[in-house]
């Protein structure tokens, strides 16, 4: 059956972020830390660098080298380290080449960069987000389809209504908060192992009912870690006895358990049923974006036209060529000029849609029979495309 796309070998099952309202309460060493973690519970994890300011993961884990190409035009292969797949914009640019990123360059650079990356087959994508909720994270919060967010935050900046203001920022876009992590949260001594609540009484209990969300880890302070300089090699595997792995071993069980047996949001393959005469049709589960715009079903009325009814009974019929051709990826439209790079006399008239997935509850990303697969036609452009 052409139709039909299998879930458990394909792309991305559940993408989290790890946030926090200000630098240096140590996100980039949890988000690292947690992905290890995942993959110690048997899953399969890559975890991505999009805090270009802050500490790189690439160093973290002691692989500073170059991505490979991947098999399409644009995209590079993850680098591996630890069993884990990452990305870091460090494997990127180099000493020589420092580059300012700000505002819309760095939109455009991050939303590329994610794109762009090849992962192979993964049950979890720890991103870890710029620090503070701005544009940028707003809109990669947006433009990727998260299942949850992690917040980190120390004991200094946990009543500080920047955290609340800014994990309240994920719920509006109704992404779950999965938990807040408590680091440099008490003091552990090296010599006596004795503990002691340097910060009092912690306010990570009034900031997780707050959010109505749990606490997933309280990390300690341990001399014992920060000084043994195991530069490339995370804590969780340097000191798998110490305090500090032992509650992120449980932190990333308490993701998972949140996680596992959801519906993965950021991919949601649809199930194809056969019909008559070589139609196909299927019902994908309820999706809808702001302006109200909903899918109701996709179905292929012939090799070459794709149909589409929506939630008011009203039926959209598109060629397949003509959606091939206003395709807005990076490859067949330059991001910074708008310029077509895509020439039409390559695209075959008898072009059809292989399979196709859906992208959060807004868009959908078709793989067409010349092999191309990288485009996601958001519901308003379909809904255009096919009144033009
Ligand atoms: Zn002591
Ligand atoms: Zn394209």
Redesign the pocket.
């Known amino acids: 059956m052409p139709w039909r796309c299998d879930m458990s070998t394909h792309g991305i099952k559940h993408i989290v972020a790890v946030h926090s309202a200000k630098g240096g309460v140590g996100k980039s060493t949890v988000a690292v830390n947690l992905a290890i973690g995942l993959t110690q519970l048997g899953a399969r994890v890559g975890l991505m660098d999009a805090d270009i300011h802050g500490p790189s993961i690439a160093k973290m884990l002691g692989n500073t080298s170059w991505p490979q190409p991947g098999p399409y035009q644009d995209t590079i292969k993850p680098l591996e380290a630890y069993g884990l797949q990452f990305i870091s914009m460090a494997n990127l640019t180099t000493a020589e080449t420092p580059i300012i990123w700000r505002g819309a360059m760095l939109n455009s650079v991050l939303s590329q960069f994610f794109s762009h990356v090849q992962w192979h087959e993964l049950d979890y994508l720890i991103v870890d987000m710029p620090p503070g909720t701005g544009d940028v994270q707003l809109t990669l919060a947006q433009n990727i389809p998260l299942s949850g967010v992690v917040v980190v935050s120390t004991p200094q900046e946990l009543a500080l209504s920047d955290t609340i203001r800014g994990t309240q920022a994920f719920q509006r876009l109704e992404v779950p908060i999965l938990g807040v992590v408590e680091n440099m949260s008490y003091f552990i001594?090296?010599?006596?192992?004795?503990k002691t609540e340097i910060f009092g009484d912690s306010a990570v209990h009034m900031l997780a009912e707050e959010l109505k969300t749990r606490i997933l880890a309280r990390i300690p302070i341990e001399p014992g870690i920060t000084a043994s300089g195991d530069e490339g090699k995370p804590f969780i595997l340097a000191h798998p006895e110490s305090e500090s792995s032992k509650t992120l071993e449980k932190a990333a069980q308490k993701i998972l358990n949140q996680l596992e047996d959801k519906v993965p949001t950021s991919v949601l393959n649809l199930e194809w049923v056969p019909m008559e005469a070589g139609e196909r049709i299927t019902v994908p589960p309820r999706m809808e974006v702001d302006s109200g715009l909903e899918m109701k079903a996709l179905w292929q009325v012939s090799q070459t036209e794709l149909g589409i009814v929506w939630e008011n009974g009203d039926t959209s019929i598109i060629p397949v060529r003509k959606l091939r051709l206003a395709c807005p990826c990076a490859v067949c439209v330059d991001e910074w000029t708008g310029e077509d790079l895509l020439d039409p006399k390559t695209v075959p008239e008898d072009l059809s849609v292989e399979h196709i997935q859906t992208v959060g509850r807004y868009a959908i990303q078709p793989v067409f029979s010349d092999g191309h697969d990288t485009g996601i036609f958001h519901f308003e452009s379909l809904r255009s495309l096919a009144s033009d």
């Open positions: 001594c090296d010599e006596c192992q004795q």
